[in-house]
């Protein structure tokens, strides 16, 4: 069990890594861009299209590292002003839901990921590329974003901390 948990933390630990090389690759491109453009140049069409496919693979592989990280926009102002045993249920509830939600997201991404690979769709604008490249991120992010609000419904730590505000 212990070698299976060393794995997923390092599939998580990889897609992280992904989606940090990917917000770099955005970087560069959207500077390259403008650059080109106060030049008087035309940027390279797949310099645009590479970014638009940046955004969903930075969203989508760094989302579950996040909800680890408890990275993800929530608000403790109401779960601040509760006692400590309703903070407990209501955390647990809010991540329980979660799970519910992504294992749907997830669901219905397979979905998507295997009726384009049924149709062969690819996505043609700067250059061909297979849709299921973009659509496989859908049922991998989903799937470890439950597995990771499953771990504050279920396990010791809570995703609420109780304190409301920023702290760093």
């Known amino acids: 069990m212990r070698h299976l948990v060393r794995v997923y933390d390092a599939l998580l630990f990889f897609m992280a890594l992904i989606a940090a090389g990917t917000l770099i690759w955005l970087m560069i491109s959207v500077v390259t861009s403008v650059v080109m453009r106060n030049l008087g140049m035309q940027p390279y ?10 955004l969903l693979y930075m969203t989508m592989l760094g989302a579950p590292w996040l909800v680890r990280e408890r990275g993800h926009v929530h608000i403790e102002l109401v779960t601040a002003a509760l006692p400590p045993t309703l903070r407990r249920i209501v955390s647990r509830t809010v991540a ?5 939600v992504s294992l749907i997201l997830a669901w219905y991404g397979l979905q998507l990921f ?7 769709d690819y996505d043609v604008r700067a ?3 297979p849709r299921w490249l973009l659509t496989i991120t859908f049922p991998i992010a989903f799937s470890f974003m439950a ?20 702290h760093e």
């Open 45 to 54: 069409a797949w310099l645009f299209t590479s970014s638009e496919y940046g």
């Open 147 to 166: 597995v990771e609000f499953a771990r504050f419904a279920f396990g010791r730590e809570l995703m609420h901390s109780g304190e409301a505000g920023i």
């Open 96 to 100: 329980l839901a979660c799970v519910a």
């Open 127 to 129: 250059y061909y590329y």
């Open 114 to 120: 295997l009726t384009n690979i049924e149709r062969n």
